[in-house]
């Protein structure tokens, strides 16, 4: 594997700093494909971590595995030091929230106050809280005034917003975004990559993407090229004159 810093050895030792952890994570849909081969990475608290790698490298694959959507075929992942299992799972998805690249697999209410208040509500919030909780995810995400909307409605790049607002309700310490950009407009993307780098304030941040002005702003790229870790980079130049130069 390619570092530019060492920080593979760096990120081995579980510590209190060290918010997630894959050791020796290998993967297979099917007997005769590994999609995931022998993967053994950590993140690191309030660090902004981008994921890249071509089409079918595995980096949705990869973030199934944090939240035990997926259980790995060896290997094992930690979140706070547990290790992910069916049994935790529940408990597990509160500590960790992820948005996938594509927001109907995420929304499940007719309107879009109640669709953030989903998750508060069933951690059993009282309805100020709950209040509190769904109307400050919206401000964040930019989408206070689509409140009393119906879901359905909503455009793809408001949905993208309302998936994520969904998650930050629940407050997780570690949120992983898969593709947040894709689908958005020029316009709203800045303020989007903003929103993302200012929750690195609070949280540890897993972003897949291939977006270079998203990869600009992280505090290390990850590359993944079929199922391995091929790179682990703090700076984007050097990521980007090792694949592209
Ligand atoms: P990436 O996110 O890097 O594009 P994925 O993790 O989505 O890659 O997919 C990695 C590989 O796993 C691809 O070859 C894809 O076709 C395959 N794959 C993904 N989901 C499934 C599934 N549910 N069943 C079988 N193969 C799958």
Redo the contacts with the bound molecule.
């Keep these: 594997m390619i570092t530019n810093n060492g920080s593979d050895k760096n990120h081995r030792n579980f510590n209190t700093k060290n918010v997630l952890e894959i050791d020796n994570l290998s993967f297979q849909?099917?007997k005769s494909?590994k999609?995931?081969e022998d993967i053994s990475i950590s993140f690191r608290e309030k660090e902004l971590t981008l994921i890249a790698?071509?089409?079918?490298?595995?980096?949705?694959?990869?973030i199934?595995h944090f939240n035990g959507l997926l259980t790995p075929t060896e290997g094992i992942v930690r979140v706070f030091g547990h290790q992910v299992s069916s049994k935790n799972r529940r408990e597990i998805q509160k500590q960790i929230g992820v948005v996938f690249q594509n927001p109907d697999e995420q929304i499940f209410f007719p309107k879009v106050y109640d669709d953030v208040a989903f998750g508060p509500r069933n951690m059993h919030f009282s309805s100020e809280e709950v209040d509190l909780r769904v109307k400050a995810a919206l401000q964040d995400v930019q989408i206070e005034n689509l409140a009393e909307r119906i879901t359905f409605n909503l455009s793809f790049g408001e949905k993208k917003r309302l998936a994520l607002a969904g998650i930050l309700a629940m407050k997780p310490k570690i949120i992983v975004l898969?593709e947040p950009t894709i689908g958005i407009d020029p316009w709203s993307k800045p303020r989007l990559i903003d929103l993302i780098i200012h929750l690195k304030q609070n949280h540890t941040v897993i972003v897949?993407s291939h977006d270079f002005d998203m990869m600009k702003k992280a505090d290390r790229i990850l590359l993944?090229k079929k199922?391995k870790i091929f790179g682990d980079f703090n700076l984007y130049e050097d990521f980007y004159n090792q694949e592209f130069n």
Excluded: M, R
């Design positions: 849909y099917t494909i999609v995931l790698g071509p089409n079918g490298s595995g980096k949705t694959t990869l199934k898969d897949i993944l199922g």
